[in-house]
């Protein structure tokens, strides 16, 4: 049974610190995708990882990718209130399906 | 940009109706795809489906069934609906055709159904 294990749950942060989020997955997959969701809200696409060694940047964001260790990784630099939100990554487990991760709750504190 | 957009973003049924999610893409994409959301759970696959008339069931097909008469349009269907099917409800469409695609999936507003 493939599995996609974010890591952690809950993550609270004070504004200007950094902190990474963990995806480890359990199957073959080339593709990795994270998403952010806003309370309320549905899910806003932030970065597709293609292949091994990825790595993309947006803004405090940054995603990569290792398909050797089948590990992605979010990692938010100098954290910011505008971050808070809940992240989620998903495997493409062949035929453009989905296998999502439970979730990574942000806060940021003032 | 991509448009999912979906019937209703609440909605209150009792149990036993029949229920229906609709969901309409703008973009002319081939997949589109119905996910259940919990808390704790994550997103999980109902149904998707590759083309107009094709459905294939997804990880929790259990007690729901799809519709696709149009390309753009992708219905969710409780057939009686439970006590147990309040949640979220996402629908999203994707296409693996042209140079640039990623397969990206594009998501709508979401419906969350509350069965009494």
């Known amino acids: 049974e493939l599995k996609v294990e974010q890591n952690p749950l809950f993550l609270s942060m004070q504004e200007g610190k950094n902190y990474t989020i963990y995806c480890n997955y359990s199957t073959t997959s080339d593709r990795l995708y994270w998403y952010r969701q806003d309370p309320g809200k549905s899910l806003e696409s932030l970065f597709v990882?293609?292949?091994?060694?990825a790595v993309k940047q947006e803004g405090r964001l940054m995603a990569s990718l290792d398909t050797k260790a089948r590990l992605s990784t979010l990692h938010i630099t100098a954290a910011v209130h505008d971050l808070s939100a809940t992240y989620f990554c998903?495997?493409?487990?062949?035929?453009?399906?989905?296998?999502f991760g439970t979730g990574t709750s942000l806060t940021v504190i003032p | 940009d991509v448009k999912v957009t979906q019937s209703s973003r609440y909605l209150v049924k009792r149990t036993g109706e029949k229920v229906f999610l609709e969901c309409v893409q703008d973009?002319?994409?081939?997949?589109m795809f119905w996910y259940r959301q919990d808390p704790g759970l994550g997103l999980r696959l109902i149904y998707f489906?590759?083309?107009?008339?094709?459905?294939e069931k997804g990880d929790i097909p259990e007690g729901y069934s799809v519709s696709r008469e149009k390309k753009e349009r992708f219905s969710l269907i409780l057939e009686s609906a439970s006590t147990n099917q309040t949640s979220m409800y996402l629908c999203?469409?994707?296409?693996?055709?042209?140079?640039?695609?990623?397969?990206?999936?594009?998501f709508g507003p979401g419906t969350r159904l509350t069965v009494l």
């Open positions: 990882l293609l292949s091994n060694g």
């Open positions: 973009m002319d994409h081939e997949n």
């Open positions: 489906s590759y083309d107009v008339k094709m459905k």
């Open positions: 998903a495997v493409d487990r062949g035929g453009n399906q989905f296998y």
């Open positions: 999203a469409s994707s296409d693996p055709r042209g140079l640039f695609s990623y397969n990206e999936q594009f």
